[in-house]
C-alpha cells in the first residue's frame, strides 16, 4: 500500500532563510504527489504537484518541489521564507493504479515556523 | 463561487446522538470526499463519491454513512456518535484528471467533539 513519510514534526527557520520541509513515500507504480499547506482554523489549500515531467515542480505563494525518485523523495522547498509561511504543510500521494477517485494517502503533517 | 463549504463549523454532541455534516461545492465536481484529521495523524478518508448516487468506503468506514443525492452535495452522517469520532472532518472536491491527476480542492472543516 501507498504510505508517505514527512520525517520532521516541525521545521524551524529564520524568516529570509531557505526552508525545506522533507517527505519520502512509497508506491507501487508512478507517484502522483502533492503539497497542501493549512492555515491555522481553516482548511487545506493545495501548493503544488507532480504529475510527470521536470522534477522540479512550481507552485504557489513562491513554493517549489523537487522530486527525486531514486530517493523517493518529493521535498518542498523556498529559497526566502517568510513569517506568513508558518502552517502546518501535508505531503500526499496517489497511487497511479487507482482506478476511480483521487484517494489521497496523506503524512502526519509538518508544522513550520518562521521567526522574524 | 463560493468553492467548498461545510455546515456546521463547529458542533457538540453527547454520545449516542446523531448528526448529519453537510458539504456543498458549486465547482461542478463529479468526485467529493470526506475526511477526519486527528493531531499526529495527518487526514484520513473516510468516504468518498465519483458522482451523483455513488458512494464507496475509504480509508475508516465505521461508524459513518454518506450520501450523494445531488452532484453538489456529498453527506456525512454519524448514527451513535461515539467519542472516538471527536475530530476535525473535512469534505474535499475534484474534478477527473487523466490517470488521476486531478486536485482536490477543500471546505473550512468541521470540528466535531463527542462528549
Known amino acids: 500500500a501507498q504510505s508517505v513519510a514527512q520525517p520532521e514534526d516541525q521545521v524551524n527557520v529564520a524568516e529570509g532563510n531557505p526552508l525545506t520541509v522533507k517527505c519520502t513515500y512509497s508506491v507501487s507504480g508512478n507517484p502522483y504527489l502533492f503539497w497542501y499547506v493549512q492555515y491555522p482554523n481553516r482548511g487545506l489549500q493545495f501548493l503544488l504537484k507532480y504529475i510527470t515531467g521536470d522534477n522540479l515542480v512550481k507552485g504557489s505563494y513562491g513554493f517549489e518541489a523537487e522530486f527525486n525518485k531514486s530517493q523517493t523523495s518529493f521535498h518542498l522547498k523556498k529559497p526566502s521564507a517568510l513569517v506568513s509561511d508558518s502552517a502546518l504543510y501535508f505531503c500526499a500521494v496517489r497511487d497511479s493504479y487507482m482506478e476511480y477517485g483521487n484517494k489521497l494517502v496523506f503524512g502526519a503533517g509538518t508544522i513550520l515556523r518562521v521567526k522574524s | 463561487n463560493a468553492g467548498v463549504t461545510q455546515t456546521p463549523k463547529f458542533r457538540v454532541l453527547k454520545t449516542g446522538q446523531s448528526m448529519t455534516l453537510l458539504c456543498a461545492q458549486d465547482m461542478n465536481h463529479e468526485y467529493m470526499y470526506w475526511y477526519r484529521q486527528d493531531p499526529g495523524m495527518g487526514l484520513r478518508l473516510i468516504h468518498y463519491?465519483?458522482?451523483?448516487?455513488?458512494?464507496a468506503k475509504g480509508e475508516v468506514p465505521d461508524g459513518y454513512n454518506v450520501s450523494r443525492l445531488k452532484k453538489q452535495n456529498f453527506l456525512l452522517g454519524l448514527e451513535s456518535a461515539a467519542p472516538s469520532q471527536t475530530s476535525v472532518y473535512f469534505c474535499a472536491s475534484s474534478y477527473p484528471g487523466l490517470g488521476g491527476t486531478d486536485t482536490q480542492y477543500f471546505g473550512p472543516g468541521t470540528r466535531l467533539t463527542v462528549l
Open positions: 463519491s465519483v458522482g451523483e448516487g455513488t458512494t
